[in-house]
T-cell receptor, first 114, second 113 residues
Framework: GAGVSQSPSNKVTEKGKDVELRCDPI?????LYWYRQSLGQGLEFLIY????????KSGLPSDRFSAERTGGSVSTLTIQRTQQEDSAVYLC????????????FGPGTRLLVL | AQSVTQPDIHITVSEGASLELRCNYS??????LFWYVQSPGQGLQLLLK??????LVQGIKGFEAEFKRSQSSFNLRKPSVHWSDAAEYFC???????????FGAGTILRVKS
């Protein structure tokens, strides 16, 4: 595809359930980022993958959040035991991995926890 | 800690008028600065970026931004606003390690005809 794609575009879940959000980066991009956009916190960094290096998880808000990247391409962000405060838009971005290269963002997944 | 401040939450301008969106950053090292735009229901689109060199940066859609180290600012400008420019604008600073972005709170631009 031409750009970063994310699925689902919208997700409604009940408090306490687990959710998985998917990101397909631009083909050939080695760096992948997850950000969260919420009313109270604005846009905040969650996690960063670069090639085969250990991911930078410094932005994950709690141990209920985890992410993996399989085969250096697709990434899944998992939120366990969702809480209402997890409601937000989750944005994925990818870049070529070169130093300070532009990050290209997907359309996001809008998560609503009831 | 690194931070980005966008002091204006909302700005309304008339179509055809000039625009300036303010951005101030706090970062100890050489800043790498970005402006992104987000239209309703859309992802973030890069307008322009500054890494080094000429402090006046040209971007897409007729936007430009000027880096002023003495003022720790990176304000976004456009000489004549179009109705299609109505969106939310985010200023961001790139971290040297890991390239992760720290964003400002955003400025919502409304364009009145």
């Amino acid at each position: 595809g031409a750009g970063v794609s994310q699925s689902p575009s919208n997700k409604v879940t009940e408090k306490g359930k687990d959710v998985e959000l998917r990101c397909d980066p631009i083909s050939g991009h080695t760096a992948l980022y997850w950000y969260r956009q919420s009313l109270g916190q604005g846009l905040e960094f969650l996690i960063y993958f670069q090639g085969n290096s250990a991911p930078d998880k410094s932005g994950l808000p709690s141990d209920r959040f985890s992410a993996e990247r399989t085969g250096g391409s697709v990434s899944t962000l998992t939120i366990q035991r969702t809480q209402q405060e997890d409601s937000a838009v989750y944005l994925c971005a990818s870049s070529s991995g070169s130093y300070q290269e532009t990050q290209y963002f997907g359309p996001g997944t809008r998560l609503l926890v009831l | 800690a690194q931070s980005v401040t966008q002091p204006d939450i909302h700005i309304t301008v008339s179509e055809g008028a000039s625009l300036e969106l303010r951005c101030n950053y706090s970062y100890g090292a050489t800043p790498y600065l970005f402006w992104y735009v987000q239209s309703p229901g859309q992802g973030l689109q890069l307008l322009l970026k500054y890494f080094s060199g000429d402090t006046l940066v040209q971007g897409i859609k007729g936007f430009e931004a000027e880096f002023k180290r003495s003022q720790s600012s990176f304000n976004l400008r456009k000489p004549s606003v179009h109705w299609s420019d109505a969106a939310e604008y985010f200023c961001a600073v790139g971290m040297e390690y890991g390239n992760k972005l720290v964003f400002g709170a955003g400025t919502i631009l409304r364009v009145k005809s």
